[in-house]
């Protein structure tokens, strides 16, 4: 069994099922994976509210939606002007190349999408990476904060290595599958809050011995 394998299977039997990525549809994940950069899920979660309140979590309404509404209805995710331009940036691109459907961005080529996505201003590789993974539901590993500590800290990979790099050992060590990549980086997720913090509890770790 791979180490990754062997590090997994210790997690989910520590953890279980994370349940992630919360959303009742594609287009809202899309939206979180936005919103969630440099802020923690409550935030987000207010937020993503205030556009249901609003009848606004669409991609027509939010592509309507003048800019200082749409920032004062995300605000709670903090950022608010910043995040209102990057989400009216990733809606204008679904609106023109999609028809604003994720429906027809999920038919088109897995590196196809995340290229198109990383041209669009404000999104990163972790967030079209979330965005192809848990709205489009195609098999690529997100790479975060907390795996790179994880996987760090055991002596897997050196923390300073690019996200690219870290994806490489994933892509070719397990087998492309959508459920074992979110559940993997969801339990990442949940070790790095609980017991790998920048001040580690490695005693109480699941992972401690490996």
């Known amino acids: 069994m791979s180490e990754l394998m062997r590090i997994y299977d ?3 039997s520590a953890f279980g099922p994370q349940h992630w990525w919360p959303g009742d549809t594609p287009f809202e994940i899309a939206v979180g994976a936005i919103l969630t950069q440099n802020t923690n899920w409550g ?8 556009l249901k309140r609003e ?7 939010i592509h309507k939606m003048p800019h200082e509404k749409l920032s004062r209805l995300i605000k709670p995710a903090g950022y608010f002007n910043i995040k209102a331009k990057r ?3 990733f809606v204008d691109f679904l609106m023109k190349d999609y028809g ?29 990476d979330s965005i192809i993974l848990y709205a489009l539901e195609k098999p690529i590993f997100v790479i975060d904060a907390y795996t790179k500590r994880v996987l760090s800290r055991h ?6 290595e690019s996200y690219e790099r870290f994806q490489r050992l994933f892509h070719s060590s397990l087998k492309p599958d959508v459920r074992l990549f979110n559940e993997y980086h969801a339990l990442f997720v949940r070790v790095g809050k609980t017991f790998c913090k920048p001040q ?11």
Not at 155 to 160: E, K, N, T
């Open 10 to 12: 210790r997690l989910y």
């Open 43 to 50: 935030n987000v979660e207010k937020a993503i509210e205030n």
């Open 55 to 61: 009848k606004a979590l669409s991609a027509r309404v």
């Open 87 to 89: 989400l009216k940036a």
């Open 100 to 128: 604003g459907s994720l429906k027809r961005m999920e038919n088109e080529d897995m590196h196809l999408i995340r290229e198109k996505l990383l041209n669009v201003n404000g999104i990163g590789p972790e967030t079209a």
């Open 155 to 160: 002596g897997i990979i050196d923390h300073d």
């Open 200 to 210: 580690p509890l490695c005693d109480a770790c699941p992972l401690n011995g490996i």
